[in-house]
C-alpha cells in the first residue's frame, strides 16, 4: 500500500500549479497593459508572449502528468472484471464533464476578473 506523503506532495504540487497559471496570467495582463505601452518595451511584447504560452505550456503538462499518474495508480489498485471494458470516460479534450468544467469556470473567472482589475488601472 502506498504512503500518503507522495499523494499529499502531489496535490501540494498540483495546487502550487494551478495558482501559477493564475498568477502568470495576472501578470502578463498587468505587463501587457502597463508596461509594454511604453515606446521602448513595445520590441519585447513577443518575448514576454512566448514566456507566457511556454510557461503555460509547461503547467499544463505537469499537470497533465500529475493526473494521469494518479488515474492509473487509482486503476491499478481497484481490480476490474475481465468481463466488462472500460467506458470511454473521456470525451472531450482528454477531460471528464467535471474536469472540464472546472476549466471553464477557472477561465471565466480569471477573464472577468484580470478585465475588472484592468478596468481599474485606467
Do not use: C
Not at 20 to 35: F, M, P, R, S
Request: net charge neutral.
Amino acid at each position: 500500500m502506498d504512503s500518503p506523503q507522495p499523494h499529499k506532495t502531489n496535490t501540494a504540487f498540483e495546487y502550487f500549479l494551478y495558482a501559477a497559471i493564475i498568477a502568470e496570467t495576472g501578470l502578463a495582463a498587468l505587463i501587457y497593459k502597463v508596461i509594454l505601452h511604453s515606446g521602448e518595451l513595445m520590441r519585447l511584447r513577443v518575448y514576454f508572449a512566448i514566456f507566457y504560452f511556454a510557461f503555460l505550456a509547461w503547467t499544463i503538462a505537469q499537470l497533465n502528468l500529475l493526473h494521469r499518474d494518479r488515474n492509473s495508480s487509482v486503476a491499478d489498485s481497484t481490480p476490474v472484471p475481465t468481463d466488462m471494458a472500460p467506458a470511454d470516460t473521456r470525451p472531450m479534450l482528454g477531460l471528464t464533464g467535471p474536469q472540464l468544467a472546472i476549466v471553464v469556470v477557472v477561465f471565466a473567472t480569471a477573464v472577468v476578473t484580470f478585465s475588472w482589475a484592468l478596468r481599474l488601472l485606467r
